[in-house]
């Protein structure tokens, strides 16, 4: 099965550039959505097939996806983007859905 | 847009039970649906999912195939998941999420979720 592969945390500080990676094999062939989920509540998507932003997410927040890896990347980081960080995937070989393992935001 | 989930609760191993989803504010019907589960502390799992309009297509996560059944019914916008054979692991939020349009775009909305919990 298809297997999506986040580091499980990264750090910045405020201000700074954040980028969560999202690797998969040959990943740059598919379409990538990003979700951002805060502590008890629902995800919400953040960058839908690889660079799309939904209306109300800031420009801070954009995608990248070629070969193997995925990156969400979000500039000028602010405290209220700490949070989880899914990047998601359809398989098309197994018709399954598949979300990387998560990736924890820390804004120092 | 509003998905509200309902139906969890405490099961005992080897037990079943059926979970809802309640949908309004867009035409149910038109978009392919799915459910996606966290375990306490853990990430997202998806589940399940099920194509729009007449629900034809019906797909399954590895870990749940053969024990769980996704279905709708359009005429009372509302989405299922029967759960059998129940299992300690199968402990988690259960969230109905809809496409944007069809399986593989992306969950545009989600709901609060319901907890099912499977333990003796």
């Known amino acids: 099965s298809y297997v999506l592969t986040q580091p499980p945390s990264v750090s910045v500080a405020p201000g700074k550039t954040a980028r969560i990676t999202c690797g998969g094999n040959n990943i740059g062939s598919k379409s990538v959505h990003w979700y951002q989920q805060k502590p008890g509540q629902a995800p919400v998507v953040v960058i839908y097939y690889e660079k799309d932003r939904p209306s109300g997410i800031p420009e801070r927040f954009s995608g990248s996806n070629s070969g193997n890896t995925a990156t969400l990347t979000i500039s000028r980081v602010e405290a209220g983007d700490e949070a989880d960080y899914y990047c998601?995937?359809?398989?098309?070989?197994?018709?399954?859905?598949?979300f990387g393992g998560g990736t924890k935001l820390t804004v120092l | 847009v509003q998905l509200v989930e309902s139906g969890g609760d405490l099961v005992q191993p080897g037990g079943s039970l059926r979970l809802s989803c309640a949908a309004s504010?867009?035409?149910?019907?038109?978009?392919?649906m799915n459910w996606v589960r966290q375990a306490p502390g853990k990430g997202l799992e998806w589940v399940s999912a099920?194509?729009?309009?007449?629900?034809?297509?019906?797909y399954y996560a590895d870990s749940v195939k053969g024990r769980f059944t996704i279905s709708r019914d359009n005429s009372k916008n509302t989405l299922y998941l029967q759960m059998n054979s129940l299992r300690a692991e199968d402990t988690a939020v259960y969230c109905c999420a809809k496409t944007s349009t069809t399986l593989t775009s992306p969950f545009d909305y989600w709901g609060q979720g319901t907890l099912v919990t499977v333990s003796s």
């Open positions: 998601q995937v359809w398989d098309s070989s197994s018709d399954h859905v598949v």
């Open positions: 504010g867009f035409t149910f019907s038109s978009y392919a």
């Open positions: 099920i194509s729009g309009s007449s629900g034809g297509s019906t």
